[in-house]
């Protein structure tokens, strides 16, 4: 049976990534918070982009980590650094 590839958060990534989720899910609090008291919706859609945004940027610190592993070649420094696969990931978005 092939095993299936693995990509494994870098190290140095690990604190932004959580940063980026725990900042998401106090969001995305916010936003239940805020549909039970009734809050405005234009209030409530502005803080659920803000939990997206923070979810993507996550998933993007992850992919770009995965893709520098990919481009390494036997131990040799990737092409692109971590921020600049990350930066053009976003540019995308």
Do not use: H, W, Y
Not at 19 to 42: K, P
Not at 68 to 81: I, Y
């Amino acid at each position: 049976m092939a095993e299936e590839p693995t990509v494994r958060v870098d190290d140095d990534a690990v604190g932004a990534v959580l940063n980026r989720l725990r900042r998401a899910q106090g969001q995305l609090s916010g936003v239940i918070a805020m549909i039970e008291s009734g809050r405005d919706c234009r209030d409530i859609v502005t803080q659920l982009a803000a939990a997206s945004r923070a979810l993507d940027r996550a998933g993007f610190k992850i992919v770009a980590g995965g893709m520098r592993q990919c481009t390494a070649a036997d131990g040799e420094a990737p092409a692109m650094s971590e921020t600049e696969l990350e930066k053009l990931f976003l540019t995308l978005a």
